[in-house]
T-cell receptor, first 115, second 112 residues
């Protein structure tokens, strides 16, 4: 399975600022996914990031708020823009790549607190 | 809208007990069902199920899928304090897409 790292692991930010989260994979992957997990809630897919094309956003998420970059097959970034306390969540990146199709593996996550 | 419902939402047991966690789903174009264990932030993969009636087993954990009744169970026997975590069920659905819909999870607490 792929080894995924994320930076930062946690951050505390002020309202109105932006934070960029990095996700690095130790092997080349076609699809990378960004999820959000708000306190007490389950994981919600924000967007799917393909290398060389625009990210595909799920309903309720827009590029202006969550711009994503995917410059190569091992790296992606998610920016949380103009943050508000409602953006306080765990943000996780994931990739497919196990013994069978559809096995998704997650990075260690970024715990974001917005004051 | 795809839906995954887990029950119970939380559970407290003593070490050595056996627990059964439930996951029911309503999705279009079911492809597979996945179980994860989430202890701090990152969910760790446990099982993927695609066929009905075939039990997946790993140590004290096992899981089975019923595609006719649209549910899955995760069993943990001889529970240990290290099993304390949130267990997430997720379903892959949609033809040609990668939509993974998660349930809210079951928080399991194992006390000595």
């Amino acid at each position: 399975s792929a080894v995924i790292s994320q930076k930062p692991s946690r951050d505390i930010c002020q309202r109105g600022t932006s934070l960029t989260i990095q996700c690095q994979v130790d092997s080349q992957v076609t699809m990378m996914f960004w999820y959000r997990q708000q306190p007490g809630q389950s994981l919600t897919l924000i967007a799917t990031a393909n290398q060389g094309s625009e990210a595909t956003y799920e309903s309720g998420f827009v590029i202006d708020k969550f711009p994503i970059s995917r410059p190569n097959l091992t790296f992606s970034t998610l920016t949380v823009s103009n943050m508000s306390p409602e953006d306080s969540s765990i943000y996780l990146c994931s990739v497919e790549g196990g013994r069978a199709p559809n096995e998704q593996f997650f990075g260690p996550g970024t715990r974001l607190t917005v004051l | 809208e795809d839906k995954v419902v887990q029950s119970p939402l939380s559970l407290v047991v003593h070490e050595g007990d056996t627990v059964t966690l439930n996951c029911s789903y309503e999705v279009t174009n079911f492809r597979s069902l996945l179980w994860y264990k989430q202890e701090k932030k990152a969910p760790t993969f446990l099982f993927m199920l695609t066929s009905s009636g075939i039990e997946k087993k790993s140590g004290r954990l096992s899981s089975i899928l019923d595609k006719k009744e649209l549910f899955s169970i995760l069993n943990i026997t001889a529970t240990q304090t290290g099993d304390s975590a949130v267990y997430l069920c997720a379903v892959y659905s949609g033809a040609g897409s990668y939509q993974l819909t998660f349930g809210k999870g079951t928080k399991l607490s194992v006390i000595p």
